[in-house]
């Protein structure tokens, strides 16, 4: 790829002016610069539950037959296809994402395009509150997304998915809604701070933040397009989200508009933690919770320790998989008993079709992983060495369609 206008890309997501429409068709035409790959460009905006997924608005940059492969595409109801519109990579081909998982969906993509398409790049952004924002491009052979593509569109993909959650509830904002808790000039200058803004540290953080920004719009700043994308983090410290507004005069503000995920409360956790522990759920590392919120990987850490004791369970796999889309986070119900409100849920079993492929060493180290075990606790209890489990977990990472230990049970729990 070449250093076309990342940043321009990134200020789209966060412009309020236009209608969701508009915004849309925007966002398209300005991504669709940034990719030499593919073609009939199509975005889309949906909403999530465990059982059910609904197409919001969608545009593409072709025939109109390329919006309703997206429509399409949403109406497959397979478990492998119900995992990547609600979890799973941001960055991704089909044929790495489902082909390897359910090899039958590469003729269902061929049925639905009139055999013109045999794989997808995908772009998802999740708002963490059940809906997302959905970029892709369409290719006639299978391909894998580079390094750079999976870096630069992964970063994006958080802006994406920031840009859509603070759209849902920030349109018609103006300088005396609740959520604005800060307000700079273009210079940089503090104006009001509010709420939690208000602390000085807290304040010097939003202007050094305000600067910063501004200085990655410059020409200079745009040039170099993979360093502005790991400064220009999803949030400001966890909860911020700054946007031009201009006045009636024409005059510029830098609005730090309050723009965290919000959660349903999981009994004892705090915000921060239940918003670390639902991204967890979805598949991310901790390096991309890092980004996504804008809070330190040692904080990630911190939050995830946090909750997995809080929460009475043995790691961070136990985690993923309770906030996995189909595990017992997704179900709970509440009730009331003797004045005490309880949490309720059920933790599906593992079903057998996703262990077939493996052989029963490799079950054997799955179950291990799935209890939290280290490569290292692992070769103890088996007497092997550490080589030969890490060969293990590779081949049930490649046989199960996952990249990493936290991803694993997310993808077993919402399959079961």
């Not at 179950?367 to 060969?391: D, F, K, M, P, Y």
Request: glycine share 8%; proline share 4%.
């Amino acid at each position: 790829m070449t250093n076309r206008d990342w940043v321009g890309l990134i200020e789209e997501t966060y412009r309020l002016e236009d209608d969701d429409d508009d915004w849309l068709k925007r966002l398209l035409e300005h991504a669709a610069t940034l990719s030499n790959r593919g073609f009939w460009p199509t975005i889309g905006t949906y909403h999530y539950t465990p059982k059910s997924l609904q197409l919001e608005r969608s545009a593409a940059l072709g025939p109109a037959h390329a919006r309703d492969i997206l429509a399409a595409s949403m109406q497959v109801q397979t478990p492998t296809v119900s995992y990547f519109f609600r979890s799973g990579p941001a960055v991704t081909s089909l044929s790495e994402a489902l082909y390897t998982r359910e090899p039958d969906l590469a003729a269902v993509v061929q049925q639905i395009t009139n055999g013109l398409v045999h794989d997808k790049l995908a772009v998802k952004g999740l708002t963490g509150q059940g809906s997302a924002l959905i970029l892709c491009w369409l290719f006639s052979e299978r391909i894998v997304p580079t390094a750079q593509e999976r870096h630069r569109w992964q970063c994006v993909a958080s802006h994406l998915g920031a840009g859509l959650r603070l759209r849902e509830f920030a349109q018609g904002l103006d300088l005396n809604s609740s959520s604005v808790e800060a307000i700079f000039d273009g210079a940089g200058k503090l104006h009001e701070a509010r709420e939690g803004a208000q602390h000085p540290t807290t304040r010097a953080s939003l202007r050094k933040s305000v600067c910063r920004l501004d200085q990655l719009r410059t020409r200079h700043g745009r040039s170099d397009p993979d360093r502005a994308l790991a400064a220009w983090e999803g949030l400001v410290q966890g909860r911020w989200s700054l946007v031009d507004h201009f006045d009636s005069d024409g005059r510029r503000f830098v609005l730090a508009i309050k723009n965290d995920p919000r959660f349903p409360d999981p009994r004892g956790l705090t915000l921060r933690e239940r918003q670390v522990a639902e991204f967890i759920g979805q598949g991310h590392s901790g390096k991309e919770i890092s980004y996504m919120l804008g809070i330190s990987p040692s904080a990630v850490t911190n939050c995830t320790t946090r909750a997995v004791h809080k929460l009475g369970l043995s790691s961070l796999t136990e985690l993923a998989a309770f906030f996995s889309p189909n595990g017992p986070r997704a179900s709970l119900a509440e009730y009331g008993v003797h004045g005490n409100t309880l949490l309720i849920g059920a933790y599906p079993l593992l079903p057998a079709e996703q262990v077939v492929n493996l052989t029963d060493a490799e079950r054997e180290v799955l179950a291990a992983l799935l209890t939290g075990s280290t490569n290292r606790h692992i070769a103890q209890r088996r007497n092997c060495s550490e080589h030969t489990v890490a060969n293990q977990v590779q081949s049930i990472f490649r046989k199960v369609g996952v990249h990493s230990r936290s991803e694993l049970p997310v993808r077993l729990q919402r399959e079961a």
